[in-house]
Nanobody, 123 residues
């Protein structure tokens, strides 16, 4: 069982930045691909970014490419999402997730989920 705890959300003005963190309670963090997803009110959960076991390969949704950066520190069992040039449409609850097989943009592939952290971007 892997527990994931997100932090770093908050209220920010459009154009601002936030850094989300997700801490994992496992001794085998490097065995998991990690992803960030988000869900806005009344919308489906959508893929944001994902990173491979060692952090060598990353993947991004087109809507965040060039603005968001996913990274991980396997010595700290933590994955990060640096969000720059934030827009009001980025407002959502952001979730991190762990995938024991690889990493994916498909939320159904993930085994463990955090509780989420709210990000609100004002115009």
């Amino acid at each position: 069982q892997v527990q994931l705890v997100e932090s770093g959300g908050g209220l920010v003005q459009a154009g601002g930045s936030l850094r989300l963190s997700c801490a994992a309670s496992t001794r085998t963090f490097s065995d998991y691909g990690m992803g960030w997803f988000r869900q806005a009110p009344g919308k489906e959960r959508e893929f944001v970014a994902a990173i491979s076991f060692a952090g060598i390969t990353t993947s991004y949704a087109d809507s965040v490419k060039g603005r968001f950066t996913i990274s991980r520190d396997n010595t700290k069992n933590t994955v990060y999402l640096q969000m720059n040039s934030l827009k009001p449409e980025d407002t959502a609850i952001y979730y991190c997730a762990a995938d024991s097989r690889y990493y994916s943009s498909n939320h159904n592939e993930y085994d463990y989920w955090g509780q989420g952290t709210q990000v609100t971007v004002s115009s």
